[in-house]
């Protein structure tokens, strides 16, 4: 890890786990997000 980079935390077995950020995934995400808001109703009906 390096700075500047984004963590994840997570409560595990009474601790605190720190992971980096997949920006990649991140990413991914952000854009299917817009997809599905751009496109609300065809993903309505693929999900039918």
Do not use: C, N, W
Not at 15 to 26: A, C, R, S
């Amino acid at each position: 890890m390096k700075t500047g980079d984004s963590l994840e935390l997570e409560i595990e077995s009474g601790g605190i786990k720190t992971k980096p950020v997949d920006e990649d995934l991140f990413r991914q995400l952000e854009a299917a997000h817009y997809f599905m808001d751009k496109y609300k109703v065809a993903v309505k009906k693929l999900a039918e």
